[in-house]
């Protein structure tokens, strides 16, 4: 398998403009996470799916944050609009169950967004 | 509520040295902590896992880590650094509060390593 995928691998972009980041978790994997990694607040979940369906998204920091998971092998994560104190890198995770189980979890490269 | 501190934010030691990254945790249940490992620009790995059944679990790359309850402490170890050694650690409890979905991490301990 090629391990989580995403894509792209860097964005830069303008204030005020939609930015979308995908993830294509390992096949198989009932659970997805996504992170986001800054300087100040280290690593943060900001909401994470079983089964496709999102199960806590409490970590979201505000409106102007989406995510979906359409299906099995594809998430998105939306910034609408996009504002520069969104800069950091973007991780998405998978896991064949929780970590309270022991479970490990498989982390892509990261998106490195950049917002002007 | 669960959480973790490392105690220290950089690490630095000599090629063929000791290593000792330093974890305490707040929990009020048995926790399931893991380390995980960040080489630059890079995704996280995870290094190794507490599960309960051992309190000396040994992970990749020759790094260990002990649980002691008493002390509430789970520190990485490696007896000798080697140059590929030098990224960024991260010391992890599970949210039990949450449903166990919840990765709760630490601030990360960067190590270097000097030839």
């Known amino acids: 398998d090629a391990g989580v995928i995403q894509s792209p691998r860097h964005e830069v972009t303008e204030m005020g403009q939609e930015v979308t980041l995908r993830c294509k978790p390992i096949s198989g994997h009932d659970y997805l996470f996504w992170y986001r990694q800054t300087m100040m607040r280290g690593l943060e979940l900001l909401i994470y799916?079983?089964?496709?369906?999102?199960?806590?998204d409490s970590g979201m920091p505000e409106d102007r944050f989406s995510a979906k998971m359409p299906n099995a092998s594809f998430s998105t994560l939306k910034i609408q609009p996009s504002e520069p104190r969104d800069s950091a890198v973007y991780f998405c995770?998978?896991?064949?169950?929780?970590?309270?189980?022991?479970?490990?979890?498989?982390f892509g490269p990261g998106t490195r967004l950049t917002v002007l | 509520a669960q959480s973790v501190t490392q105690l220290d934010s950089h690490v630095s030691v000599s090629e063929g040295t000791p290593v000792l990254l330093r974890c305490n945790y707040s929990?009020?249940?048995?926790?399931?902590l893991f380390w995980y490992v960040q080489h630059p620009n890079k995704g996280l790995q995870l290094l190794l896992k507490y599960t309960s059944a051992a309190t000396l679990v040994k992970g990749i790359n020759g790094f260990e880590a002990e649980f002691k309850k008493s002390e509430t402490s789970f520190h990485l170890t490696k007896p000798s650094a080697h140059m590929s050694d030098a990224a960024e650690y991260f010391c992890?409890?599970?949210?039990?509060?949450?449903?166990?979905?919840?990765?709760?991490f630490g601030q990360g301990t960067e190590l270097s390593v000097k030839p």
């Open positions: 929990s009020s249940y048995s926790p399931s």
């Open positions: 995770a998978s896991s064949l169950a929780l970590p309270l189980a022991y479970n490990e979890q498989f």
């Open positions: 992890v409890v599970s949210d039990r509060d949450n449903q166990g979905g919840k990765l709760i």
């Open positions: 799916f079983n089964n496709n369906v999102p199960i806590d």
